[in-house]
């Protein structure tokens, strides 16, 4: 397996208080990896250590290839125009501005706009096409959608996804939940500096408790004290909600009880739990 970021035992401290307790993960080349976690949980802490822009205590990082970043926060001068900012990039790095990056990410109408002048997601999208200059082979996202408004968000994850095709390795920090599940192909969930989950999507899904939501509307109300394979949850708009692990053993129970309660069932829906549900279980576990 060709590994992109290698992170090993990493610590860090502010002062007296420890952010990252030992953490170690890797990112395999061509994947997109996510950070998740609740505020403080240490994820952008994390980028910024294997970015090289913040020491640590204890540990070891290794990087196969070159890099661009996209800082959470991140400012230029006032003054300095979108095409002025790219073709300073541009020469640091002895390359050519690519105008069709610039076309994709919406900035070649804004080329002579100030960066004063510029709206939020204006500026994350900049901030995006100086982090590709020079074609790194790995992208740091620290909060890549932050302020873009819908179409700049669409136009976003249409790059990272053509980034991808392209054999770039990214590694990104998001409160987005349907973003990462949209885009990435492996998360790492940090709680108290330390990783609580780490795999794909789909596995964090099956791995936590309750994986599947039962939506049920009855021709009458009945009560549900006696269900084993189910935790019922109350009515919501109309609908009597039961969360489960098992569909099929939650369903029969269910339905043999209001059978045998000569209830009708006017409606049945099944959802999946989402990566957001899912998430907030984890941030909401005591340790």
Known sequence: MDLAIKVKALEKKYGKTVVLKG???????????ALLGANGAGKTTTLECIEGIRKYENGHISIEGDF???????????????????????????????????????????????????????????HLALALVGNPDILFLDEPTAGLDVEGRVALHDEIRMLKQQG????????????????????????????????DPEELMIRTNSVYRIHLKFSENITFD???KSSYKGIIQGYGIFEASNVEDSLLELLTLTKN????VYDLKIEHASLEQRFMEIAKEAK
Not at 102 to 119: A, C
Not at 261 to 264: E, G, K, L
């Open 168 to 199: 770039k390795t990214i590694i990104m920090a998001s409160h987005d939940m349907a973003e990462v599940e949209s885009l990435c192909d492996r998360i790492a969930i940090l709680k108290d500096g330390e990783i609580a989950f780490i795999g």
């Open 23 to 33: 953490i170690s993960f890797d990112v395999k080349k061509g994947e997109i990896f």
């Open 68 to 126: 661009g970043v996209q800082l959470q926060s991140t400012s230029l001068p006032e003054n300095i125009k979108v095409i002025e900012a790219l073709t300073l990039f541009s020469k640091w790095n002895s390359t050519e501005i690519d105008k069709d990056l610039m076309e994709r990410l919406g900035l070649d109408t804004i080329k002579n706009k100030q960066y004063l002048e510029m709206s939020t997601g204006q500026k994350r999208r900049l």
């Open 226 to 228: 006696t269900l084993s």
């Open 261 to 264: 309660a000569d209830v009708q």
